[in-house]
């Protein structure tokens, strides 16, 4: 099992920047990739950015440019750098992680972004 906290969140202006982490725990032995989703309301549950093991990453065409996601292996932990923040990006904000050699991926409770015009 794996647990994730995100932090970081908050209200910030349009043109702003945050950064958003998220710490893995639990029993595993490693982990396979991290990601940061996002969901506005009324609207589907999208990827924002992804990271896998070895530091290949890949992201929304909405966020390239702008976001950069980096992990810490020996912290088990991921971060999202947010620069140029656009209204459009407020939404609550969800790690999301998988280990090696099992379908199951878990969850973190979310962290709320709300970027201001």
């Known amino acids: 099992q794996v647990q994730l906290v995100e932090s970081g969140g908050g209200l910030v202006q349009a043109g702003g920047s945050l950064r958003l982490a998220c710490a893995a725990s639990?029993?595993?032995?490693?982990?396979?990739?991290m990601a940061w989703y996002r969901q506005a309301p009324g609207k589907q549950r999208e990827l924002v950015a992804f990271i896998n093991e070895g530091g290949t990453t890949n992201y929304a065409d909405s966020v390239k440019g702008r976001f950069t996601i980096s992990r810490d292996n020996a912290k088990n932990t991921a971060y999202l750098q947010m620069h140029s923040l656009k209204p459009e990006d407020t939404a609550v904000y969800y790690c999301?992680?998988?280990?090696?050699?099992?379908?199951?991926?878990?969850w973190g409770q979310g962290t709320q972004v709300t970027v201001s015009s």
């Open positions: 999301n992680a998988g280990l090696y050699r099992t379908p199951h991926n878990f």
């Open positions: 639990g029993s595993f032995f490693s982990i396979n990739y």
